[in-house]
């Protein structure tokens, strides 16, 4: 049996959620998200919610149903559900939800022995947002502004000075492109990150961030 993992997979294949993201509002209690089998055969779903180093299942949230039946090209909503509220709420935190994707049953080739089968497991962040923050769609669109920049020698110091993740999706200096390791995209509430430079000669830094949608922010820029 082969694996594939990924944040999640095109068409012919199977998909989870809408976004590249899920955002867990507090005061919801819990939060539907799409499970789509789009393969010609039909699977098992089963999700879980892991801890931000992806080694534990959290305490915090349990995925119900526990399985869901998916056939060819069905498309049903499973659920994230808050087990209890024990979490920081003065700003976000960062889970992890995971999707199996299982053959309902194994093949036989020819009468004897199982034959390849594939199962996906999809993984995609989870980012529990408590209710002292804004919970609108746009949320992050509006905290773009709050990222500062210094320049540290060779590297440019990124400073998230907000309550939320903020993921970098784009980076320039007045030359040119720069790019962000993926280990160092994510900036922690209230924390930073050094980004290596090439040429640290540079004069102004212009960025956009990927929204709650998983889209692009409008450009900022500021002057070093």
Do not use: C
Not at 115 to 126: D, N, R
Request: a negative charge; charged letters at 25%; proline letters at 7%.
């Amino acid at each position: 049996m082969s694996v594939m993992s990924a944040p999640y997979a095109s068409k012919g294949s199977v998909s989870l959620g809408i976004s590249t993201r899920l955002v867990f509002h507090s005061d919801e209690k819990r939060v539907s998200f799409p499970a789509l089998n789009d393969t010609d055969k039909p699977l098992l779903f089963h999700g879980q919610v892991l801890t931000r180093d992806k080694l534990r299942f959290s305490p915090n949230f349990i995925v119900t149903p526990e399985v869901v039946h998916l056939q060819p090209g069905e498309r049903k909503l499973a659920q994230v559900v808050q087990l209890n509220s024990q979490l920081p709420e003065d700003r976000e935190s960062l889970f992890y939800l995971r999707g199996h994707f299982i053959p309902a049953a194994a093949e036989s080739e020819n009468g004897a022995g199982i034959g390849l089968s594939t199962s996906y497991v999809l993984t995609m962040k989870m980012f529990y947002r408590p209710a002292k923050l804004k919970d609108d769609y746009d949320a992050i669109d509006d905290v773009t502004h709050e990222l500062d920049f210094k320049l540290n020698e060779k590297t440019l110091k990124v400073i998230n000075k907000s309550a939320y993740f903020l993921t970098l999706n784009s980076l320039r200096s007045e030359k040119a492109e720069i790019p962000v390791p993926n280990e160092v995209s994510m900036i922690d509430p209230f924390g930073h990150v050094e980004i290596p430079l090439a040429d640290p000669d540079i004069r102004s830094i212009t960025w956009t961030l990927l929204n709650d949608g998983g889209f692009a922010t409008k450009p900022l820029t500021q002057d070093l």
